[in-house]
C-alpha cells in the first residue's frame, strides 16, 4: 500500500519489489530489511511537496487530525518549549494529536509536548508517525509471506534460483567483453595500482607476489580482467607466465589450469560465458579461508589489518576513520566508495558501487577527465593509466596447500553453470500476495 505514492525512481530504488526472498530466511534479516526500507522510506518522504503528502495520506487512508486552534493557542508556549527551532514556524505549523506510543521516535529523543498519553506532533515530523504505520504494514506482510515460505521451497522448479537469490546482480552485464583487446598485459600493473578496487588490487599483487592463486582466487581475478577485456588468449598468457615464476611449469599449467579459464571463457563444458562476480555475490558468498586473497577486503580483511593496508594506500587518519565507520555499519559497498573517492581526490563519486567493473571504468573515467570528476583537488587531471610492467621475479615461490583442486571439480562447475543459468537472463522473482511471480 505504502508504494502507491512513493513510487521507487531510477536513483531510489527499493529493493523490496524484487528481492525478498533472502531476506524471509531469518529473524535477523527481516529486522535488517525493515530498517533498511524505512531508512529509505524516511528519505523519500522528506522529499515530497506537501501537496503530494496530502495525497499519499488521503490515497493510503491516514487520517491524523489536527488540533483546533483554540488548543492550539492554549498550548502556545508547551508547543514553542517542547520542540527546537519551532518559535518561527509556530503559526504556519498544523499540530496532531496522536498517542504517545505511535511516536516512540520522537518522544525517545524528547522533540514533542506529551500531555494525557498523548503527543503533540508539528507537521513536519509528521514522518515519524506515518513511518510508524509503514514499518507496521511492512513487518506484517513480511511475516505473512515468511509463514508461506516452506511452500515454496519445496517446488524443485524454484530451489535454484532461490537459492542464490540472495546475490543476484541486475546491474550492467560486464560478461559482455567490449573492450576486447584494449588493454594489454604490460598495463595491468599500472592498472591495478590506479584504477582497481581494493580487493582486485590484492588480488593482483598477492599473485604477482607468490606466483599462484587458490581457486576462489583465480575466479574472482580471472572474470574481474575477463570483464576489462582480457582476451582468452591474453588470459592464458598472463596466468601461464606468472604462474611459471613459481613453480608451476607450461606443461603443469596445461594440465591443471588451463582448463578452467577456457572455462570462464565458455569454451570448455556447457560453454556458459561466465559473468564476473558483483559486490554483492563477492561480500556473501565462498568466505576466503586461511592462504585465500579472494573476497572483498572490507568484508572480510580484519579491521587493524584494514587500517594497516588503507594507511599503506596513503589514506590520512580522518579519512581511515570515515572508511571503517561505513565497515562497522557493515555498509561495505559504501566503505569502498569512500575509499574510491579518497584514492581519487574528488567529493563525491557520483554513482553507485555494485560491481569491481565498476569501479574500474568509473576510475578510468575520471583519470582521463571524465564527466563524473567532480572536483580534483590537485587541480591536475591524471590521464588512464599506461605504464610499462616490469615483472617481479619470484622471491619466495610460496604454493598453497591447494594441489589437489587445480582444476574446478564437477559439482563446482555444475553448480557454477547452474547459477548462470539462473540469472543469465535477468530473472526475478517476485512475490505478491503469498503467490510467487517470474519476471
Ligand atoms: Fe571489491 Fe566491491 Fe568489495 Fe569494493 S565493495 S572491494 S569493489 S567487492
Redesign the pocket.
Known sequence: MFSVLMEPDKSVSSSIRSTPYPVLRSENLRRWFLQQEADLFRYRFSQQLSGSVRKFLDLNDLHYTSILPNEKVELKTQLINSTFGMKELFDTQDFYKVPFTDALDLVRGRKIFLRHGLAYIPHNDLVSIVLNDFRTSLSRALAVTARGLPVIQEDERLQPLLKHLSYAYIGQDYSVQKNVGNISLDQLDSLATRSF????RSLHYALRDQHHLRHGGRLQYGLFLKGLGLSLEQALTFWRTEFARGSIDPEKFEKGYAYNIRHAYGKEGKRTDYTPYS?MK??QTNTPGPGDHHG????HTDADLLRQRLQSHRLSSSEINQVMEYVKGMH??LA?QKYFEFTHKVEDGAFG?S??NQ?FEESQKLLSGGQHAKRENSGEVQKPVVAPVTMPQSSHPAQSSESQSTQLSASQVEEQELLEECFANGVVLRFVKGTVELG
Not at 578496487?197 to 582486485?200: D, I, K, N, S
Not at 572483498?296 to 568484508?299: A, T
Open positions: 578496487p581494493l580487493c582486485m559486490c563477492i561480500i572483498c577486503p572490507f568484508r561495505y559497498q569502498c558501487l560491481h569491481p569501479y
